[in-house]
């Protein structure tokens, strides 16, 4: 059974910061890695996503980068701001045994404070 | 930019009553998700649906549930008789048949409150 685990649960740091966000999966078959943004109560805005043929994505200050022998992938956040709290999901699809559907991480909560 | 959108954003409903949550999937998309999160939990997969059938669904996804899609536009999952479980935040999402390396587009959610 496939498992999307993310590491930190949670994050605390003061603004202005590099951040690493890890995510990892048991099933290295993955077809594509998506990153999204869950602010309170909200729902999910994605940010990167990365084809099982590619190695990184960038968007502006983030970067998000696809290790499929590893089974791991990485969110990095550059020069972090107060804006940027929220929790980072990780989702990986097209898993073997379920090709039509994301399973994802449980999240890393992210406070940045001034 | 085309999104997905849902209605209602909130709904509250008694035990044991049915339920339609309705989703506006982006217009030339042709598979359809359905998900959900409950409070502090993670985001799971229910339902995955094309060419008008369930293409696949998962353990949650019971005989309470169905998906349909009536019209060309409109996605809906019905609750047939809603449990206090069944209480979370319900996400719609498509993709483009064409390009299934191309991820999912998620609308808001609805969340369902079951008192």
């Known amino acids: 059974k496939q498992e999307v685990t993310q590491i930190p649960a949670a994050l605390s740091v003061p603004e202005g910061e590099n951040l690493v966000l890890n995510c990892s999966f048991t099933?290295?078959?993955?077809?594509?890695l998506q990153w999204f943004r869950q602010d309170p109560g909200k729902g999910l805005t994605s940010l990167l996503l990365?084809?099982?043929?590619?190695r990184e994505q960038t968007s502006g200050r983030l970067n998000a980068s696809l290790d499929k022998s590893s089974g791991r992938s990485t969110l990095y956040i550059a020069a972090s701001q107060p804006g940027d709290s929220a929790t980072y999901l990780c989702?990986?699809?097209?898993?073997?045994?379920?090709?039509?559907?994301?399973?994802f991480g449980a999240g890393t909560r992210l406070a940045v404070h001034p | 930019e085309p999104e997905v959108t849902q209605t209602p954003s909130h709904q509250v409903t008694q035990m044991g009553q049915e339920v339609i949550l309705r989703c506006v999937p982006i217009?030339?998309?042709?598979?359809f998700y359905w998900y959900r999160q409950i409070l502090g939990q993670k985001v799971e997969f229910l339902v995955s649906f094309y060419n008008n059938e369930i293409s696949e669904k998962s353990e949650i996804f019971d005989d309470q549930f169905s998906v349909e899609r009536p019209d060309g536009s409109n996605f809906t999952l019905k609750i047939r008789s809603t449990k206090l479980e069944d209480s979370a935040m319900y996400f719609c999402?498509?993709?483009?048949?064409?390009?299934?390396?191309?991820?999912?587009?998620f609308g808001p959610g609805t969340r369902l409150t079951v008192t």
């Open positions: 990365i084809q099982s043929s590619q």
């Open positions: 099933d290295s078959a993955i077809y594509n």
């Open positions: 989702a990986g699809g097209g898993f073997s045994g379920g090709y039509n559907k994301l399973i």
């Open positions: 999402a498509s993709s483009d048949e064409w390009k299934p390396e191309g991820g999912q587009y």
């Open positions: 217009s030339n998309h042709l598979y």
